[in-house]
């Protein structure tokens, strides 16, 4: 079965700082790649995804992450962080098909002014 | 487009009565719906595969006579919570993929539910 791995439970960065959240994934193909981020009470929004393509995919409010197949990884980054960063981030696979996801357990991720 | 929306968004019930969420797809239709339950705390885990005009596909482990699924129509499937007890308090998700869709179609989520049950 596949895995999603997500190795930062928490992370605290200064604001406009550089941010790094890593991803990990077990799976015998490329799977869908998403990452969502939640803020406290809310539902979830999509920050960006890949499925093929450019290895380098762009995302909203600056976010961007990169698929490298050798290392089964798609971690997101943001060159500078801003305090409304802070929230909830996961990552999520889907194998075989895009829509029905396996999340990993999520990274907390808290800004220092 | 692509707008899914659950209600209610919040509900808090007594102990040993039923709750009912919906999903809803408000612009595009969806054979297939995903139910998502999220623990205080922790990650979504996926309970259920709701398909319209078939029954529901369940997850290892979740009880589906607890947990009660109907996909009566292309734009709603709900869930009922049966017989409510306070470890069922959680935040329920769900997500809708349309229904002309291929592998590559991602689901679109709605805003989540928290049931509380005291």
């Known amino acids: 079965a596949q895995s999603v791995t997500q190795p930062d439970i928490h992370i605290t960065v200064s604001e406009g700082a550089s941010l790094e959240l890593r991803c990990n994934y077990s799976?015998?193909?490329?799977?869908?790649l998403f990452w969502y981020v939640q803020s406290p009470g809310q539902g979830l929004q999509l920050l960006l995804k890949?499925?093929?393509?450019?290895?380098l995919v762009q995302g909203i409010k600056g976010f961007e992450a990169e698929f490298k197949r050798s290392q089964s990884s798609f971690n997101l980054r943001k060159p500078s962080v801003h305090w409304s960063d802070a929230a909830e981030y996961f990552c999520a696979v889907g194998t075989g098909t895009a829509s029905k996801l396996t999340f990993g357990t999520g990274t907390r991720l808290q800004v220092t002014l | 487009g692509a707008v899914v929306s659950q209600h209610p968004s919040w509900v808090i019930c007594k102990s040993g009565t039923s709750v009912k969420i919906e999903c809803r797809s408000l612009?595009?239709?969806?054979?297939?719906m995903f139910w998502y339950r999220q623990f205080p705390k922790q990650s979504l885990m996926l309970m259920a595969t709701?398909?319209?005009?078939?029954?529901?596909?369940?997850e290892q482990g979740v009880e589906k006579d607890k947990f009660l699924i109907n996909h009566a129509s292309l734009t709603l499937s709900t869930l009922t919570v049966t017989s409510a007890h306070p470890e069922d308090s959680s935040f329920y998700i769900c997500?809708?993929?349309?229904?002309?869709?291929?592998?590559?179609?991602?689901?679109?989520f709605g805003q989540g539910t928290r049931l509380t049950v005291v």
């Open positions: 997500s809708a993929r349309e229904r002309r869709s291929t592998m590559n179609t991602e689901a679109f």
């Open positions: 709701s398909n319209e005009g078939s029954k529901a596909t369940y």
């Open positions: 890949y499925f093929s393509g450019d290895t």
């Open positions: 799976y015998g193909a490329t799977p869908y």
């Open positions: 612009d595009f239709q969806a054979t297939t």
